[in-house]
C-alpha cells in the first residue's frame, strides 16, 4: 500500500534538542517529554522510542490511551508516565497496576482511585493539581485543608507524588501579571500542603514556555511538549530568548519534514478559474501541479490562496481551493516541473525551506493546531 505523503523524522535532531533542552535545566530537574496530541503530530509510536533511546525515561501525557500507547513502546524498560488530563474511572486499576501516575482535581478521582488502588492492592501515584488561576482543572486554595485531611485518611492507598499547576498563557508577556499571580498561588498552595502534613515527592508546574521564561521555577520536574519537537511556543518567546542569549540563530532543530509528490501537470488558458467556485481566475495562460494532499491530510483549507510547497527548489502559490484530498500549484514560473517531482509542505528543499510556522502566519493557526491536525495514517518515516 502507498501513501500520497510522508512525515520524515530527523532521529539526530531530537537528540539535538533533547541534550540543548535538558542542558538549560537546573541540576536535578527531570525532564519529561510531553507526548498528547499524537507526538504533536509527530506520531507517538515514532516519536518515544526514539527520545527514549535519546535518555528520556519521563513521558507525560494527556489520556489514558495514549498512556496505553507509551506503554506499548516501551514494555520491559524502565520508565514513568503521567496522565495530565482524562484517565477512566474504568482505567484506574490498569493504571495503579502498571505504575502509570496520574492528576488529580477532584475529589471523585481521588475516591475512585483510593477504591481501585484497594481492589488491586498497591498505593495509587497521583498528582495533585492546583488551582491557580488558569480555571480549568485543579483544587481550589480553600480546599486544600480538606483535601489535606483526605489524603492523610486514605494514605494506605493513595501515595502522593506530586503537586502541580498549569501556567495560562506563560508564552506571553501579556499574560505577565496573570503568571506571576499564579506562580505566588502555587507557591502559597506547596507551603499550605506542607503545613498540613503533605510533602510530595515533586513540584512541578512548567511547560516549554514557562521553562524558558521562568528558569526560577524548575523545581523539581519540567513538561516540555512543542520545544523538544524543534518549535518555539511562539515567536516572542524565541526572540526574547535568543536577545538573553546573544544568538541570531534558531539553537532547535525541527525534526519533522512532511513531503509528497506531483500527480498531475496541466495548463490552463487566460480567463479560466481553477478549482471550485470562482476564487482564482487565471490572469495568464498558466501550468499548474496537483498534489494528492488537502485539508483531510491536515494541509488547511485556510490555505486556499495564500498556502506554498516547494517543488524544484522553488516556492510555488497554491492557487484555488484545497479540496479534501488535492490542493493545486502554480507551477509556470518553473517550466521543467513533471509528474512525481517532489512537493514539500513542510522542511527544506535545496537553499529554501517552509516552516509550520509559516503556516501559522498564513492560515492564523497556532503551530500546535497544525501539528495535532496530522492525521495519524500519514507514515512516518525516520531519517
Not at 18 to 39: C, E, I, M, W
Amino acid at each position: 500500500m502507498f501513501s500520497t505523503s510522508v512525515i520524515e523524522i530527523k532521529k539526530s535532531a531530537i537528540k539535538h534538542n533533547l541534550d540543548y533542552l535538558r542542558s538549560h535545566l537546573k541540576p536535578g530537574t527531570q525532564f519529561s517529554s510531553v507526548v498528547k496530541g499524537n507526538a504533536y503530530g509527530h506520531g507517538i509510536e515514532n516519536y518515544v522510542p526514539l527520545a527514549y533511546e535519546a535518555g528520556v525515561k519521563h513521558f507525560s501525557v494527556f489520556s489514558s490511551y495514549e498512556a496505553y500507547r507509551v506503554q506499548q513502546e516501551l514494555e520491559g524498560l524502565p520508565h514513568t508516565i503521567m496522565i495530565m488530563g482524562e484517565i477512566e474511572n474504568e482505567a484506574l486499576s490498569w493504571a495503579i497496576e502498571n505504575d502509570i501516575e496520574f492528576f488529580v482535581f477532584e475529589t471523585e478521582r481521588l475516591e475512585k482511585a483510593s477504591e481501585a488502588a484497594r481492589k488491586v492492592g498497591k498505593k495509587a501515584k497521583v498528582h495533585v493539581e492546583i488551582e491557580t488561576g488558569m480555571n480549568r482543572t485543579g483544587f481550589a486554595m480553600e480546599e486544600i485543608k480538606h483535601l489535606a485531611g483526605w489524603l492523610h485518611n486514605h494514605e494506605e492507598f493513595i501515595h502522593v507524588k506530586g503537586i502541580c499547576t498549569h501556567y495560562a498563557g506563560a508564552e506571553s508577556i501579556a499574560n505577565h501579571v496573570r503568571v506571576q499571580n499564579q506562580k505566588m498561588y502555587f507557591k502559597d498552595a506547596i507551603k499550605l500542603m506542607a503545613h498540613c502534613g503533605i510533602h510530595p515527592d515533586q513540584r512541578h508546574s512548567c511547560c516549554s514556555a514557562a521553562s524558558i521564561r521562568m528558569p526560577e521555577m524548575h523545581q523539581d520536574l519540567v513538561r516540555i511538549g512543542i520545544l523538544q519537537y524543534g518549535f518555539w511556543p511562539s515567536k516572542e518567546t524565541l526572540i526574547e530568548y535568543q536577545s538573553k542569549h546573544k544568538w541570531g540563530d534558531d539553537p532547535l532543530e525541527r525534526i519533522m519534514s512532511w513531503k509528497s509528490r506531483v500527480m498531475n501537470v496541466k495548463k490552463v488558458k487566460t480567463g479560466e478559474f481553477i478549482g471550485y467556485g470562482t476564487t482564482y481566475l487565471a490572469q495568464k495562460d498558466m501550468t499548474i501541479a496537483i498534489v494528492p494532499v488537502g485539508y483531510s491530510h491536515g494541509f488547511s483549507r485556510s490555505l486556499s490562496n495564500i498556502g506554498r510547497a516547494l517543488v524544484r527548489g522553488k516556492r510555488m502559490p497554491v492557487v484555488g481551493i484545497v479540496n479534501m484530498n488535492s490542493m493545486t500549484l502554480d507551477v509556470t514560473d518553473v517550466p521543467e516541473v513533471e509528474k512525481g517531482d517532489e512537493v514539500v509542505m513542510i522542511g527544506n528543499q535545496g537553499a529554501l525551506s517552509i516552516s509550520v510556522s509559516s503556516f501559522g502566519e498564513l492560515s492564523e493557526l497556532l503551530n500546535y493546531e497544525l501539528l495535532t491536525r496530522l492525521p495519524k495514517d500519514i507514515p512516518r518515516e525516520i531519517v
